[in-house]
């Protein structure tokens, strides 16, 4: 049998007694138990045993009360009993920690806080009535890992210094050879860690996007490098390709990224010291784009972005690649999963049917290294939708919104909201807008007899064909006044012939109060300014 002692409380308090446990197993009614302090052995790395005073003789109950302790102090319990006679080895002994000084033995922590890192120098420095020491620290819960600083630091003199690679929350005090034990303190040894977020979340176009990399828990000194994080065909993680600008390292824990137009996941880390010490790579994170990428793109079907759940769900993964996995991203627990998590991966189609609600972003990775576009996709317990369009809707394009309940496939007399706002309330199954402007841009819900949808996001995209015809009747309207500034040509004879073939490679619009002229009747005047060149120059034309 072997006796096993508990102490509560582990930590003491001003006035708190202390109650020692003695537990024996397999249980019996003949044991005695008997009580001892566990005191500093200085001819060896044990503890001698000295029975409490009122234990001498043994107590019948398995538990004894301690009052008045104020220091730390370490105890012990060991069970006999007479018929057969027999006796326990002493318990594994344990501690109630103070954290008031004893006048013969105390503890200083160098620098003077709780937690630090891994790469720091943790200094634990023994003072008092005694020429050598011994430091000791224990893993709460863990009776195995009570150990001495020569098995995790160096100890010199009478100072310990922590040198520990892996993470972890331990107590830590002082024992002399005249056996005190000075206050334990709790010290956490982590491993600095880089969390990197990224703004904005999904792309808008011309939008620059913004990583900002913290260090986990924050000191000054740290050197960040930037990362774009590439899927990895040999295995489910990504590789790490340093960014171009990246590769000489910022001081600044922020770096900005301009003209990223698809899909694209980063990650970054910091350095420290030289030899410089540097983090683990931070958790990637996704800058979702609805554009898709040329070798890389999803379709859904059926092709809408909420479904019921119990129905499924093909999510296809088309481009230049032989091989796919597609990913997923919860919002509600941060999770970034596979396919195979939750759905069936065959080929280049993955296969959705979940019994519960989730709402998550969706995209391919190829084994070649691209991200397709990614969509937002809602699978509803309930009774009712709305049937949306999944991709966004080009200004000037005619999009239809309904509402459909589970088991049919449309209903009438559909109370339709855009951000909130009723827009149609009759008899009608749709919501048409016939031409789409970017005010339509929005959530958008449905309510039928009650119910209500969950709410989509529509989002609008810019017709490229309205800017060049506004480009087009700005360069006719210009060579009818006769204005020299945006000719392609100094050759007069040009005319609009030439005006039909300038190529404008970027355009700026800026808004301005319409203002009358003291000069004349005109409330608004164009200014343009054009330079042209080869391909490749840049050329600009700014409207007011």
Request: charged content about 20%; some cysteine.
């Amino acid at each position: 049998p072997e006796s096993v002692l508990t102490v509560s409380p582990s930590w003491l308090s001003p006035g708190a007694s202390v109650t020692l446990s003695c537990k024996v197993g397999p249980p019996s009614a003949e044991w005695r138990f008997y009580w001892f302090k566990a005191v500093p052995d200085p001819s060896h790395r044990k503890y001698k045993y000295k029975v409490l005073p009122d234990s001498i003789s043994g107590t019948v109950q398995d538990s004894y009360i301690i009052h008045g302790q104020t220091h730390t102090a370490g105890y012990a319990c060991r069970a006999t009993r007479r018929n057969p006679e027999y006796s326990t080895d002493y318990s594994e002994p344990k501690f109630a920690w103070s954290r008031d000084s004893h006048p013969a033995a105390s503890l200083i922590i160098s620098p003077h806080k709780e937690k630090h890192f891994n790469i720091d120098n943790v200094n634990l420095n023994c003072q008092g009535n005694s020429a050598k020491w011994r430091v000791r620290f224990e893993l709460p819960g863990n009776k195995t890992d009570l150990s001495y600083c020569s098995n995790w630091g160096t100890m010199t003199g009478s100072s310990c210094t922590i040198k520990s690679h892996r993470s972890h929350t331990a107590v830590y005090w002082c024992e002399s050879e005249t056996g005190q034990f000075s206050n334990a303190v709790n010290i956490t040894i982590q491993t600095p860690q880089s969390v990197l977020t990224v703004s904005p979340s999904w792309l808008s176009p011309g939008a620059s996007v913004t990583l900002s990399c913290e260090v986990k828990h924050p000191s000054a000194g740290w050197r960040f490098y930037w990362y774009k994080t590439v899927p990895d065909p040999s295995n489910s993680f990504y590789r790490y390709d340093l960014l171009p600008d990246s590769i000489n390292v910022t001081v600044e824990d922020s770096y900005i990224i301009h003209g990223q137009r698809h899909t694209a996941a980063y990650s970054c880390r910091a350095g420290r010291g030289n030899p410089e010490y540097l983090t683990d790579y931070s958790e990637p994170k996704i800058v979702w784009s609805a554009d898709s990428h040329p070798a890389s793109s999803l379709t859904v079907s059926p092709d809408r972005e909420q479904h019921f759940t119990s129905e499924s769900v093909t999510l296809n993964c088309g481009g230049n690649s032989a091989e796919w996995r597609v990913r997923r991203f919860t919002d509600v627990r941060s999770d970034l999963s596979y396919c195979s998590d939750w759905g069936k991966m065959t080929a280049s189609s993955c296969t959705i049917k979940s019994d519960w609600y989730s709402k998550a972003v969706y995209w391919c990775e190829s084994v070649s290294g691209e991200f397709s576009n990614a969509v937002n996709i809602t699978v509803h317990n309930g009774d009712l939708l709305l049937v949306s369009p999944i991709n966004r809707v080009t200004e000037g394009a005619s999009v239809s919104l309904s509402c459909r309940l589970r088991g049919q496939n449309t209903v009438s007399n559909v109370i339709f909201y855009h951000n909130d706002k009723m827009v149609q309330n009759d008899s009608r199954e749709e919501l048409n807008i016939s031409t789409v402007s970017q005010s339509d841009e929005g959530f958008y819900k449905c309510e039928h007899s009650g119910r209500v949808s969950p709410q989509s996001w529509m989002a609008v995209q810019v017709s490229g064909v309205v800017l060049v015809i506004l480009l087009l009747l700005l360069c006719c309207y210009r060579q009818s006044r006769d204005s020299a500034s945006l000719r392609p040509s100094e050759d007069p004879g040009n005319g609009l012939h030439e005006c039909q073939h300038v190529t404008y490679a970027h355009v700026d619009f800026k808004h301005s109060e319409n203002k009358r002229r003291q000069d004349g009747p005109e409330t608004v005047t164009i200014y343009s300014h054009v330079k042209t060149g080869a391909a490749g120059t840049e050329n600009r034309v700014v409207l007011k």
